[in-house]
């Protein structure tokens, strides 16, 4: 059925190939490499075009040219590139994002916890992370904002932002550009894009992709490919420009992943007393998951509407209004056995519509944004816990609605105290309301009738709503120094906030008697379930500088992490046999941690001419040096562990470096590059396990690409991971730590996911 699917679409791709060329007539093309060599790079991380250099805060960009250059698919390789950045797909899936910054982040993807990195397509927020794993077709630039952004960027930025930027219509010509990727394990990739003005002052553009490869091993229970891809996606938008100063923006782009459930790798065997015995297999990208009852598919559509009109050469209004909706069915096999022991079929719903105005102010010595958002959103989660077919097929089914309304006003303004020093000052006020209705059930006779299951309710654990609301305000403050137009030096204090919530896991009949009055209140319940926002105050100090063979950014921060929220779980015995028969989510605010750190990203010119006329050497690097310890960690049990605890996801240490040779070939430019990228080791979670966690490796990638003299042909070839390095980027654990007896379910979960092996792709495009 894949196959035939795969046949499907690509045909479907290239008669639209075909009809887009009939109807797009040639245009003179960009001279090859003048993006990729430009000086100046302009960025909106603060909601205003500037130049890289004068924005006094971390940021690193990517601009389209530079992504095709490395061979990038999609947004977790700028993470190899990009210090103090950790971007993974969660787990099962392949468009699900777990993203840190500086340490910051949130891995669990339920319904009711926030992500701590903001995701931005074109300005829009998404609010979840599921289809959040964006895959790099028509896009203009991506920037990397480390560091909160509470300001400008409201809630749930606090360790930093990513902004994908699409590219804008041609206004003038027709424009097409075609692009074929073939590569190891069956990749296949056909992306294609173009634009047709509608006269003078109106404009269309489409862009299609799919994605497709083999899976990197096999289900060796149910015969699927493991780790494979099948990713269909679109965009297309119209541009209605009447006058130079009014500009209008209709855009739609939607996304279908139906690739396979990924099947996670068991670093133990089954445990003693398992219905079989299953050892530790050797390819680490085979699985042994029996889980079938649904099949996975992710789709996500979002629509936004764009309006700018630019009133005086001082004064511009710019509003964007937007509506996003997807939904995510998913297998996951915690033990990744074919028997059903913790076998969690899952269904997550997200919508949300968004609205931002903002005026922006552009004088001669002070330029600013100032401007008004709202978010409505709602996200469910529904998913079967499947605890032990043997005995009558125990399951705990786990229901979660949540909603959230939230609204803030803003401002930011920059004001030129004198020729070299300039003064920022920002603030974001924030009214948060979340409201949360919580239903878990036992059930018997196996999976529930969510998922075609037999099974039948004989307990309700959790039936709860209820309703918290929070307010904040964010500022921002910076002063920056450019005693030269090659110098700019800065410090920035920036303050971040994430909204709290409630946990569709917990069990409300597992609330403790706080009080130890005899009776457990409402009240109780309430704070057993509610957790509270997290917030992070940053001091960053800065120094760019932008010189005719050498350039450098360098930040030293400091970051002070309170009410840190933690979700986990923990096992329940409920028939007093010595075994835990199901679970209870437990988040809390564990206390206070502090992150110090250093980045150091530069490039320098080797030098030209250096083997032949005209050519060019260079070197660039980025490195990421992270120290981040917690002052107090209270655990689910009300004990502080913080001598024991990690900050998760973040190595202490990312290095890349990045040699790349230009020159002269037949016709057209050559552009070779080897990269090195390094990362420190890292704790799947808060506390360290050495079996799960990932020790420092290094990815070797090597790209050579050749552009025609008129930049209509490209041809490439990259390599990724060249030495075929085995690392681990997320992993469960359900067992004890010293022992590895289980702690939830009878097999012993202990799992590891991997990042992609040694891949080479081969790629052809052709513009005009």
Do not use: C
């Amino acid at each position: 059925m894949k196959k035939t699917q795969k046949m499907t679409r690509a045909a479907l791709l290239l008669s639209t190939i075909a009809s887009t060329m009939l109807i797009a007539a040639p245009v003179q093309a960009q001279q090859a490499g003048d993006t990729a060599t430009s000086d100046v790079i302009t960025v909106t991380a603060r909601r205003r075009e500037e130049s890289l250099q004068d924005v006094p805060l971390a940021v690193t960009a990517y601009t389209g040219d530079q992504l095709e250059a490395m061979g990038a698919v999609d947004i977790l390789a700028i993470a190899e590139t990009t210090p103090n950045v950790t971007l993974e797909a969660s787990r099962g899936t392949n468009s699900t994002l777990s993203a840190f910054i500086r340490g910051v982040g949130q891995q669990d993807p339920v319904a009711g916890f926030e992500a701590g990195v903001g995701i931005y397509v074109d300005d829009v927020y998404l609010n979840r992370p599921q289809a959040a794993v964006l895959d790099i077709y028509d896009v203009e630039r991506i920037e990397v904002l480390r560091g909160p952004q509470g300001t400008l960027y409201g809630r749930n930025t606090i360790g930093g932002a990513i902004k994908y930027v699409t590219r804008r219509l041609d206004p003038d010509a027709p424009a097409l550009s075609a692009r074929l990727n073939v590569g190891s394990f069956g990749q296949l990739d056909q992306i294609v894009s173009g634009s047709v003005p509608m006269g003078d002052t109106f404009r269309v553009g489409a862009a299609v992709a799919n994605l497709q490869r083999d899976g990197f091993g096999t289900n060796l229970t149910t015969g699927e490919e493991n780790y494979d891809k099948d990713v269909l996606g679109y965009r297309v938008s119209a541009e209605w420009e009447p006058t130079g100063d009014l500009f209008f923006r209709l855009a739609y782009d939607s996304v279908e992943d139906t690739s396979s459930p990924r099947g996670g790798h068991r670093l133990i065997p089954s445990a003693p007393g398992y219905p079989a015995f299953y050892g530790v297999m050797d390819n680490v990208f085979d699985t042994r998951a029996g889980l079938d009852v649904v099949a996975q598919n992710v789709q996500s559509d979002g629509l936004a509407l764009t309006a700018e009109w630019r009133l005086n050469d001082n004064w511009t209004v710019r509003n964007i209004l937007s509506r996003r909706e997807d939904e995510s069915t998913t297998p996951i096999d915690f033990d990744n056995l074919p028997e059903g022991d913790l076998d969690v079929p899952a269904i997550y719903t997200n919508e949300q519509t968004s609205e931002e105005f903002q005026l922006l102010y552009e004088g001669d010595r002070l330029a600013g944004v100032m401007g008004y958002y709202s978010l409505e959103a709602n996200a469910t989660t529904v998913f079967d816990v499947l605890l032990d077919t043997v005995l009558a097929g125990l399951n705990a089914q786990t229901f979660g609605d949540v909603d959230t309304s939230t609204w803030s006003v803003f401002a930011n303004f920059t004001y030129d105290l004198t020729d070299t020093v300039s003064l920022t000052l920002g603030g974001r006020y924030t009214e948060d309301e979340r409201t949360s209705r919580v239903l878990r059930r036992t059930y018997l006779g196996g999976f529930s009738e969510y998922f075609g299951g037999a099974g039948f309710a004989i307990a309700t654990t959790s039936d709860f709503l209820g309703t918290n609301s929070w307010d904040d305000f964010s500022p921002t403050a910076s002063i920056s120094w450019q005693p030269s137009a090659a110098n700019n030096f800065y410090f920035t204090y920036s303050q971040g906030f994430k909204g709290g919530g409630f946990d569709p896991r917990a069990q409300t009949t597992g609330t403790p008697d706080f009080d130890l009055s005899g009776t457990v209140t409402a009240d109780e319940v309430f704070e057993f379930m509610a957790f509270d926002p997290e917030s992070v105050d940053s001091f960053e100090l800065g120094w760019k500088y932008q010189g005719d063979r050498y350039s450098h950014a360098v930040a030293l921060f400091h970051m002070d992490y309170t009410d840190i929220q933690v979700p986990g779980s923990v096992g329940i015995d409920t028939d007093a046999d010595g075994i835990n028969d199901t679970f209870t989510g437990v988040t809390t605010n564990a206390g206070a941690a502090t992150i110090t750190g250093i980045e150091y990203e530069g490039t320098l010119d080797l030098g030209r001419d250096v083997f032949t006329t005209g050519d060019a050497l260079n070197f660039s690097w980025a490195l990421g040096i992270l120290d981040g310890n917690y002052e107090e960690f209270i655990n689910a049990f009300g004990v502080d562990i913080s001598n024991q605890v990690q900050i998760q996801n973040t190595p202490d240490s990312t290095f890349s470096a990045t040699l790349s040779y230009l020159t002269s070939f037949y016709g057209g430019d050559l552009n070779s590059q080897i990269t090195a990228s390094h990362r420190g080791d890292s704790s799947q979670f808060e506390i360290p396990f050495p079996a799960l966690d990932q020790s420092a490796y290094t990815l070797w990638n090597a790209s050579i690409v050749w552009d025609s003299e008129d930049g209509a042909w490209q041809m490439g070839v990259h390599g990724r991971n060249l030495t075929n390095d085995e690392y681990r980027v997320s992993g469960y654990d359900f067992v004890n730590n010293a022992t590895f007896a289980p702690e939830l379910g009878t097999s012993g979960t202990l799992v590891g996911y991997y990042g992609n092996p040694r891949t080479v792709t081969a790629t052809l495009a052709y513009r005009f």
